[in-house]
DNA sequence: AATGAATGAGGATTCATTCAT
DNA sequence: AATGAATGAATCCTCATTCAT
């Protein structure tokens, strides 16, 4: 497996669901989802092809999974985040804002293809992952909504701030590299920082 | 020619550059590059397969000039609303913002196709459109600078902010609905306020 | 499969690698490498298109595969008949002459196609087949060489009389017709008499 | 037009039958009938690919054509040379010979096509290409006659030796290299002398 | 679980040829 | 004569998927 896939999904080397599914982002990540053929996730994963089918019903199925461990790993670090957050707006933003801009980093690939290939999803499997995208959001909405009404934000337009917010932090995945001139901690906070600066609130420099 | 196409290439009626672009436009924005073929954009366009050949090589260079006439017809607006704006920074920048988005909304598809397309091209014709696309983000970015160092924008890191900017008004491609809650120059309103927030400019409440 | 197949691959009926090369010689042979379709192979194999590609790469491979097999069995012939040949460069001569001449007519599609397509291969393989040929040529030009040394051959000629025995000789693929005037052990003999012949060797009339 | 092309055909610079016909006898020589495209001959010829067929009504009628001319011209050649020739058979053969290697070493290319791609043709044009290369061989055959009458040429099969003779000397299109070690005088002296040991004749050593 | 063989549909591209101008 | 536009058929090859083992 190439050095650019993801560790959301190994577990050993074997051909098992997490390895098919880590072969599957490379490949989703590199070429696309209709750039990746079904013979590149096989031999990616070290397997044949028709073993694929063992684990996955098709390539869109493929795509679902990846998508929802994707989510369900971002999901769960914002979760997390906040759990140890104040009580503030404030500080619950910058919570958020620093794991979503962290899950990019550390995934870059697997957030690059949330945003590009959900499209290529319909039926069930879409509406898992558009629920968990969306969930996201509303978390980061919420937020604003609290500190629009405490006063903490005083953005004339809080309702679409949240999506601005997001679409800024996702776009990380579409450029990043790790040779680049900022760290993570260091894109963690700028994006912290531009959020809050967005939204109108009180941005303290931490450099 | 489907409803949902541009008039950014539209000419007359018969099969000529503009109509193959269109419907290129078209079949690229609704299955992406891998997932739209060559059928699809001749059958768009009126006219036979290999007839799409007498005017492009290729299907790739078929994307290269869709993103490049997108991209043109971006920054050309951009500078004619620039011409036409104050010498000052905030002014520019909300000039400079509303072009953007106004040409998100009103070529919707191309919008997206570029930001979600490039990646599929490669060599020379890559060259020429990241280059287009980076000129855009560029004049933002000068922007920044301008008023930052005259103090008009008091954001401690003007240096990614006009990646942030772009980001988010980019954004717009993949979720504006003509129908939605928001019109045209309300978007460009709200975005304008959007990036003056972000740099920590003075914003004025237009509402 | 058609009547003027060979049986130099043939093992059983089910598509295997055999089958196929009988029919891709078929093919070739009768419409030559460019003038074959692919889909003519597969029909002639007995199996689908697409198929074809789980036993070779492409149609390149395919000549490739066919012109060595060729070339390979034309050699192990011209080998085991200088196995039981006596010593003198004359009975060499003629022992590796109908050898040569007898494979011609037991496999006059492969031998036709050997010197017709081998024009359209390129890189490694056009090498392997070219390098099997050349060794053909050589062990004529050894035999040529010694009798030329020990007085048997009295040509003044001697170092291209090996490329010129093997055009007449290699020439038979693309007359010869079964039906025809002379039988293979005539045909045979005569090319071992032309060739002594022209070597200036001393021939014996064996009519 | 490239240097390997014949001087068989040129006339002036402008598109004209000369100049379609040597552009098809360098693509039909490079690719093979099936390989060469009438875009290839049209560029090759300087023209547009639909003015071809103001000249020829199909790419098999320009193989036609080629080969006809270059039959035509060889043919006059060994006319030419045998006007010249004394009475007896083995001053005809050897001036037959020489104007027939000589004719495939100043055109090799046309007389490579004229072994090679014959087979592409069918019906009338077929005949004609056909019959002007038996009469070649004819010419041969009757000198060959004649001479094992005269009992100049001893052979045992006088029958089938003018094949054999024209198969050599027609190889010569598929190995000659203007930069080889042999001189176009020493390849006809050479396969003169071959010829006429072949036959048994009374070969003189002239080097 | 795992695999190699198999397939029909479809991929982009090129073909020889025609036609209006 | 000469051309650019046009086309239907064909090119090689790859696709996701299935099946027997």
Redesign the pocket.
């Known amino acids: 497996v190439s050095p650019s896939s993801s560790t959301l999904f190994r577990d050993v080397s ?3 669901e997490g390895t098919i599914l880590a072969a599957a982002l490379d490949a989703f990540g590199q070429h696309g989802f209709n750039g ?4 590149d996730i096989a031999s990616g994963a070290g ?5 694929l ?2 684990y996955f019903g ?3 199925d493929l795509l679902v999974a990846v998508l929802k461990r994707a989510n369900d790993e971002q999901l769960a670090r914002m979760r997390r985040a906040l759990e140890t957050a104040g009580p503030g707006a404030t500080e619950r933003l910058e919570a958020a804002v620093m794991a979503y801009v962290g899950f990019v980093v550390d995934h870059q690939l697997a957030a690059l293809v949330a945003i590009s290939e959900i499209r290529y999803l319909a039926g069930e499997g879409r509406q898992q992952v558009v629920y968990a995208r969306d969930t996201t959001q509303a978390i980061i909405g919420a937020i604003v909504a609290d500190g629009t009404a405490s006063g903490e934000f005083r953005t004339p337009y809080p309702a679409d701030a949240a999506r601005a917010i997001v679409s800024m932090c996702s776009a990380v995945s579409t450029w990043y590299r790790p040779t680049g001139r900022l760290s993570k901690q260091e894109l963690e906070r700028l994006h912290a920082h531009y959020a809050l600066a967005l939204l109108e609130g009180r941005t303290v420099d931490r450099s």
Chains 1, 2, 3, 4 share one sequence.
């Open positions: 074997r051909a098992n990746a053929s079904m013979r397997t044949s092809l028709s073993n089918y063992n098709s390539k869109s």
